[in-house]
Every structure is written in structure tokens, then in C-alpha cells.
């Protein structure tokens, strides 16, 4: 199971912020902590997508933002979790059940993020709760990159 757990948290943070999750895995993946090399890690991308997860912490403190259970965003969240729980499964895991844990893990941190969180983010607690969450998810983002394993190196490489 414990090849696993990055999958499962990677899937988790993006329930609850799915650009921090794309964020941490571009990160993950300058750091060669991912199991291919398909998730962007120049310095651009790294940029790009830490500035968009800021965004969304912002964004989601206004009265406009949209519940994360609707179609579209819950859809988003799930595929960030199954693309990030298959990149960071462990070297002995099957990569598949690392896609369906970081799924499992967006459903969970999707339904326990808007529950602790609440619907109203129009009053002061609500933001409160709000940015609490952000701690949270931006925390163990951080966790999960520092518990995915790193990649083998070749010894011919």
C-alpha cells in the first residue's frame, strides 16, 4: 500500500485544489520523482502552472466561484488525480491501480474539502476556511513530492 500513498495524495489535493496538484507535479517531475517524463518540469512550466495554482486559491475566494462538485470542474479534478496518482506511483506499483488511487483520492479530497470548507464564501469565516484550505492542500502538495520515490537512475546513463 505504500506504493500507493503518493498516488492517493497527489489525487487528494486535487480534489481539493486541482491546480496545486498540477503544480506539485510539475515540481515532482524536475526532480525526477515521477515515473515518465511526460509532465512538463522546465522552469516555464514550473512557473506557469505554481502562478495558476496561486490564481485559483485567489479565485476561489469570490462570490462567482463555482461549486468544485459541478461536471466540468469535478471531471478536471479526477483526471488530475488519475494523471498524477500514475506518475507517482512507486517503482514496485502497478502504475493503473496508481491512476485509481489518485482518483479514489480526488473523490475524497473533493467531498471532505467542500465539507470542511462549506457553500458561502461571501463571509469572513468562509474565506477563513477558504485559506485554511489552501494551507492544507499547498502543505501536502509539498508531502507528496517529498514522499514520491525518486526515479532509479541507469548506471550506463
Do not use: H
Not at 4 to 33: D, E, N, T
Not at 107 to 131: E, H, K
Amino acid at each position: 500500500m505504500r506504493e500507493y500513498g503518493p498516488s492517493f495524495g497527489i489525487g487528494f489535493v486535487a480534489g481539493m485544489r486541482s491546480m496545486s496538484a498540477c503544480a506539485a507535479l510539475s515540481w515532482a517531475a524536475s526532480q525526477g520523482r515521477t515515473r515518465d517524463n511526460f509532465i512538463p518540469a522546465g522552469a516555464g512550466a514550473r512557473a506557469l502552472v505554481t502562478t495558476a495554482a496561486a490564481a485559483e486559491m485567489a479565485g476561489d475566494k469570490m462570490p462567482f466561484a463555482p461549486d468544485r462538485r459541478i461536471l466540468p470542474s469535478l471531471a478536471f479534478r479526477l483526471v488530475v488525480g488519475a494523471v498524477g496518482g500514475w506518475a507517482l506511483a512507486g517503482r514496485r506499483a502497478v502504475p493503473e491501480y496508481g491512476a485509481l488511487a489518485g482518483v479514489a483520492g480526488a473523490v475524497a479530497g473533493t467531498l471532505v474539502g467542500r465539507s470542511a470548507r462549506g457553500g458561502d464564501s461571501r463571509t469572513a469565516s468562509g474565506r477563513s476556511r477558504g485559506l485554511a484550505e489552501d494551507a492544507v492542500a499547498a502543505s501536502l502538495a509539498v508531502l507528496v513530492v517529498m514522499a514520491a520515490e525518486p526515479k532509479r537512475r541507469s548506471p550506463f546513463s
